[in-house]
């Protein structure tokens, strides 16, 4: 009778082991794929991200935000006349170079209005070529699931018994809902950031209308630090996975792989709650308030 238990001893814990080396192929598959869309969705402008969505921005921005800016850099530009006039005695004591000086000022804000949108995507496009930059280091350097890590792996499993197996397979389920629950998180940070892009870009005529008057450019200023920061947070959001990747690998070198495993829920816990405030830590950085 032995050999029959020994038997359905040792075909018990082959199954585990292959549940748990199977369970543990999913859950660094879902790490790279998750890595992948990261660098996919950060990486992109908004309007490559979604044509119509940016195209409904733009005429909104174009039509209903612009001829607001108008009016607002029309004031600007009086008041700014009027002061001009009255500085020097009112024109008892005028430089005619300052009229000038006042139209080539006039023509840069015109033009800085009328190119708003060039101006902000182009902001975008230089946020996206160094977060395409970081995405293709990081993708290409930290896969998950390597042979050799796998067959780390599967050596600790080798001498674990039945009741150490049915712990580790319990053990990894939780890994797998963790996961589930930072794809949820990624999700959010990832799609509120272009929200927030597209929502800072609408209304980017209104900041950019004062940008050439001394006492109002705070205004446009802080609009340029939060833009910046909006758009930079995607590269926060690659270094963040790009750590996270770094510290899942290091599980097959573990030698106890209960304390990795819950180590990686530790680590996973950190990733979504770093996720959520890489938008703060970028307008700090930026100093946008």
């Not at 792996?153 to 150490?164: F, N, P, S, V």
């Not at 809902?177 to 005529?205: D, H, Q």
């Not at 573990?254 to 990686?264: D, E, F, G, S």
């Amino acid at each position: 009778m032995d050999w029959l238990f020994g038997g359905i001893n040792d075909w018990l814990r082959q199954l585990l082991s292959d549940a748990i080396m199977a369970r543990f192929f999913d859950i660094f598959d879902s790490v790279n794929i998750q890595i992948g869309e990261i660098a996919i969705q950060v990486a992109q402008t908004p309007q490559s991200w979604n044509s119509m969505v940016f195209a409904m921005i733009q005429n909104l921005s174009e039509t209903v935000v612009l001829p607001i800016a108008g009016m607002i850099l029309t004031f600007i530009l009086c008041y700014e006349l009027i002061q001009l006039i009255i500085e020097k005695n009112n024109l008892s004591d005028f430089d005619t170079f300052n009229i000038f000086k006042w139209i080539f000022k006039t023509f840069i804000a015109v033009f800085i209005l009328t190119n708003t949108f060039n101006i902000v995507m182009g902001i975008f496009a230089l946020a996206q070529n160094v977060v395409t930059a970081a995405a293709g280091l990081i993708v290409d350097d930290l896969t998950l699931g390597s042979p050799a890590m796998m067959a780390a792996l599967e050596a600790q499993l080798t001498d674990m018994g039945i009741g150490e197996l049915l712990g580790v397979w319990l053990q990894i389920q939780i890994i797998g809902l963790c996961l589930n629950i930072m794809a949820i998180v990624i999700f959010v940070v990832v799609w509120g950031r272009m929200m927030e892009i597209f929502l800072t870009v609408s209304i980017a005529p209104i900041p950019f209308s004062t940008m050439v008057n001394r006492e109002w450019s705070n205004v446009g200023n802080n609009y340029l630090k939060a833009l910046l920061a909006v758009a930079f947070q995607g590269f926060l959001i690659m270094v963040c996975v790009a750590i996270y990747a770094v510290l899942v690998g290091a599980i097959a070198e573990a030698a106890n792989i209960h304390v990795a495993i819950w180590t990686v829920v530790g680590y996973t816990a950190l990733l979504c709650f770093v996720l959520l405030k890489t938008g703060g830590i970028s307008k700090s950085i930026f100093a946008a308030h």
